[in-house]
């Protein structure tokens, strides 16, 4: 059993750079993969980054490439989100979830969900 809680989010302008945290408990935290999750206002939730248990692979949507990263520290249960270059299109609400599967990019996969934290980019 994980549960998660995102912090981080805010108003930020175009360009700028944010970081969200996600931290999490439960007895087998660290045997998860962790992955992150946007929504926009009429929009379907889509896939940014996930992260595999040890830290040793990360997966990121093109979307995002290059400009967002992922990263964990497992001894503080805690999984971050580095948003570099913030654009409009980057305005969401923004989710963590944890997967037992190994390789997880898809929704299905996930299986734990935090509240989500909101991010607004402004011009």
């Known amino acids: 059993q994980v549960q998660l809680a995102e912090s981080g989010g805010g108003l930020v302008q175009a360009g700028e750079s944010l970081r969200l945290s996600c931290a999490g408990s439960?007895?087998?935290?660290?045997?998860?993969?962790m992955g992150w999750f946007r929504q926009a206002p009429g929009k379907e939730r889509e896939f940014v980054a996930a992260?595999?248990?040890?830290?040793?692979?990360?997966y990121y949507a093109d979307s995002v490439k290059g400009r967002f990263t992922i990263s964990r520290d497992n001894a503080k249960n805690t999984v971050y989100l580095w948003l570099n270059g913030l654009k409009p299109e980057d305005a969401a609400g923004y989710y963590c979830?944890?997967?037992?599967?190994?390789?997880?990019?898809?929704?299905?996969?996930?299986?734990?969900w935090g509240q989500g934290t909101q991010v607004t980019v402004s011009s």
């Open positions: 992260i595999s248990w040890s830290g040793g692979k990360t």
């Open positions: 979830a944890a997967s037992g599967v190994s390789v997880a990019t898809m929704r299905t996969d996930y299986v734990y």
């Open positions: 439960g007895r087998t935290f660290s045997t998860y993969t």
